[in-house]
T-cell receptor, first 116, second 116 residues
Framework: AQSVTQLDSQVPVFEEAPVELRCNYS??????LFWYVQYPNQGLQLLLK??????LVKGINGFEAEFNKSQTSFHLRKPSVHISDTAEYFC??????????????FGKGTKLSVKP | NAGVTQTPKFRILKIGQSMTLQCTQD?????MYWYRQDPGMGLKLIYY???????DKGEVPNGYNVSRSTTEDFPLRLELAAPSQTSVYFC???????????????FGPGTRLTVT
């Protein structure tokens, strides 16, 4: 079975500082990896995804993530955060197996709080 | 495109009442999903559908029912509401097949349900 672990439930950071949100996964099959962002009282919005190819993936709003197969990680990074990045971030994994190949397994989320 | 729409936005139910959460997508996606989100727990899959007429249980299906008579609509039914069903419910959709290899899900804005 697949699982996703987001290592930090809350990450406080000052504006213009760099940030890394950590995500580890476990899976016995090839995976597709995603980061979603949820702003207060809204649905989830895709930040970026890894399906295949280059292990460094760039997304919207200046975020990027690196797929590391040997460490089974998919950490999210941004070199300089803004107040507007305050949100909850979810890592998710999908495996190409059987009829439920489209299903996503989500981590429990990391709340990023950017302070002035 | 409106994307994924959900109604209602908010609802308060008494224990034992029933209701249907509506979900519609206009992207011609074959896959649709229902999740519930509880604080600190991430998203849990309730039911999913891989196409009209086909539905299957997710991780937490008890107390819920679904149907998928058209590609666009995927309503979620609560028959006997219980306080444990107080949550935020998200509907999502995606286009998935082995050739496309794309498993990105698009989310609706959510329905906040309280059962008292």
């Amino acid at each position: 079975a697949q699982s996703v672990t987001q290592l930090d439930s809350q990450v406080p950071v000052f504006e213009e500082a760099p940030v890394e949100l950590r995500c580890n996964y476990s899976s016995s099959v090839s995976v597709y990896l995603f980061w979603y962002v949820q702003y207060p009282n809204q649905g989830l919005q895709l930040l970026l995804k890894y399906l295949s190819g280059s292990t460094l993936v760039k997304g919207i709003n200046g975020f990027e993530a690196e797929f590391n197969k040997s460490q089974t990680s998919f950490h999210l990074r941004k070199p300089s955060v803004h107040i507007s990045d305050t949100a909850e971030y979810f890592c998710a994994v999908s495996g190409d197996y059987g009829g439920s190949q489209g299903n996503l397994i989500f981590g429990k989320g990391t709340k990023l709080s950017v302070k002035p | 495109n409106a994307g994924v729409t959900q109604t209602p936005k908010f609802r308060i139910l008494k224990i034992g009442q029933s209701m249907t959460l509506q979900c519609t997508q206009d992207m011609n996606h074959n896959y649709m999903y229902w999740y519930r989100q509880d604080p600190g727990m991430g998203l849990k899959l309730i039911y999913y559908s891989v196409g009209a007429g086909i539905t299957d249980k997710g991780e937490v299906p008890n107390g819920y029912n679904v149907s998928r008579s058209t590609t666009e609509d995927f309503p979620l039914r609560l028959e006997l509401a219980a306080p444990s069903q107080t949550s935020v419910y998200f509907c999502a959709s995606s286009y998935s097949n082995k050739l496309a290899g794309t498993y990105e899900q698009y989310f609706g804005p959510g329905t906040r349900l309280t059962v008292t």
